[in-house]
């Protein structure tokens, strides 16, 4: 009676034991960071080096700008120099009277001032038509600056997504394997009581076996997955990071010629092209201006004396100033304006067929866009329509497996069916919306 009045009171102090020792056990890990797919963009932009990268060209390109206008202004040069002159005594020489004269040594101190200006009046057009290609540089600096967030933003989307596949597809993973767990331990005790084969319980531990496999590696995908989009977003601290996977769908008709037109006359990195084509074009109009004549403008003013100038004054006395103009034609220059033509032509021609062949490579990809993004609206529906039919075909083979009309076999391949279904349907999904996305890029549209 002791004895079961002691088991009794121990298992009424276990529920409290436990949760004492839950209570005193650490903490877990900190919760996943939970992202949107609009925080996640908004990450990329801040963080991301390549973003960096082109506004540091915006930031060269004006400073090329800056010195262009330069060109157009005077200098103005000063300088101030101070010293000390020593003269040792001359050589014994004779006077009128041919005496010996020899005169001693002595010194000095020297004080100048210097203030020069220049400006050039007429140089062929050189800094006018620099002028005009730094500002396409300028220009082209900041489309490219516009395509690289594109380029960012379109990565993200697709990272997000993909993380987003591999969580949904971990889920359907876990779900076959608590079907195929079901199948198992139903086979087995049909065993026992006679109504199953053997067969059909090896089938079923094969494919409780196979969605194990599935499982692991559907696991491995997501954290393969999770990395990537860390990586694209270039975080560096140690919380995890989660998405939702909620998926919203808007189907789009895309016309194939209307998204081309649209790539063409607004896609960031084109623009870009014909901005540096423009740039290299006035390149070749600076080049040229090396066969014309140059005309400048100059003034100088001088100051010197043994004293230092009182209340550094040096525009009271011991000065000198003069204003000239000049003018200067290169007869013969050993080619180089001849080089510098054909050298700025060149880069002009290479500038025109790169425009050209983006602006082909940009046709190919909108159009390969509008298709991927029409079938993989197809494979939605028709998946989505498989499920059901999957989902009623799974529960038919499994009530005819349970009175006794059907086989494990068949149950399996319904459920294989189903699961392949689900997978589709997701797989059609992700694809749907990166492809949106990098259709929303190629044709220059704004995604972030």
């Avoid at 900190?30 to 973003?51: F, H, T, W």
């Avoid at 005594?89 to 020297?110: C, L, M, W």
């Avoid at 194990?212 to 977003?233: C, G, P, Q, W």
């Avoid at 100059?298 to 103009?325: C, H, I």
């Amino acid at each position: 009676m002791d004895c079961r009045g002691s088991s009794i009171r121990r298992a009424a102090l276990l529920p409290a034991l436990l949760l004492m020792i839950s209570i005193a056990a650490p903490s877990s890990a900190p919760a996943a960071r939970v992202l949107s797919l609009e925080e996640c963009i908004g990450i990329a932009m801040r963080n991301n080096p390549e973003i960096g990268m082109a506004e540091s060209g915006i930031k060269g390109a004006e400073n090329g700008l800056l010195q262009s206008y330069g060109q157009l202004l005077p200098s103005l040069n000063v300088s101030f120099t101070t010293g000390r002159a020593f003269y040792g005594p001359s050589s014994i020489q004779y006077d009128a009277q041919g005496r010996p004269v020899q005169t001693e040594g002595f010194d000095y101190n020297s004080y100048s001032f210097n203030m020069n200006s220049s400006i050039v009046l007429f140089d062929g057009g050189r800094n006018i038509n620099s002028i005009r290609s730094s500002m396409k540089r300028r220009d082209a600096a900041r489309e490219e600056y516009r395509y690289i967030q594109d380029i960012v933003a379109a990565n993200v989307i697709n990272k997000y997504y993909n993380f987003v596949r591999a969580k949904m597809l971990l889920v359907v993973a876990e779900e076959s394997l608590d079907q195929a767990k079901q199948n198992l331990d139903r086979s087995e005790a049909l065993l026992e009581v006679g109504s199953a084969t053997r067969a059909d319980v090896l089938k079923a531990r094969v494919r409780h076996s196979n969605t194990r496999l599935s499982l692991i590696r559907a696991r491995n995908a997501v954290e393969f997955a999770r990395e990537d989009l860390v990586s694209v977003l270039s975080l560096r601290d140690e919380q995890e990071v989660d998405v939702d996977t909620t998926m919203a769908i808007q189907f789009e008709e895309p016309d194939i010629e209307t998204e081309v037109r649209q790539a063409l006359e607004h896609r960031p990195d084109l623009r870009s092209l014909q901005l540096s084509t423009s740039a290299a074009r006035a390149s070749v109009a600076a080049a040229k201006s090396g066969w014309w004549p140059s005309i400048g403008a100059g003034f100088n003013y001088g100051w010197s004396d043994r004293q230092m100038a009182e209340d550094l004054n040096f525009f009271k006395d011991e000065y000198s100033w003069s204003v000239g103009a000049s003018i200067s034609l290169n007869l013969f220059d050993r080619f180089v304006t001849s080089s510098n033509v054909g050298t700025a032509r060149a880069n002009l021609r290479r500038a025109e067929y790169s425009l050209e062949k983006a602006e082909l490579d940009a046709i190919k990809e909108v159009k390969n866009l509008v298709f991927v993004i029409n079938e993989a609206e197809e494979r939605i529906v028709v998946a989505s329509e498989t499920v059901e039919q999957a989902r009623e075909d799974v529960r038919l083979a499994e009530e005819r497996y349970r009175v006794g009309a059907g086989t494990m076999l068949e149950t399996i391949d319904a459920q294989v069916a189903l699961t392949q279904a689900k997978a589709d349907v997701i797989e059609a999904k992700c694809d749907y919306l990166i492809a949106v996305a990098d259709l929303a890029r190629a044709t220059g549209r704004r995604i972030h």
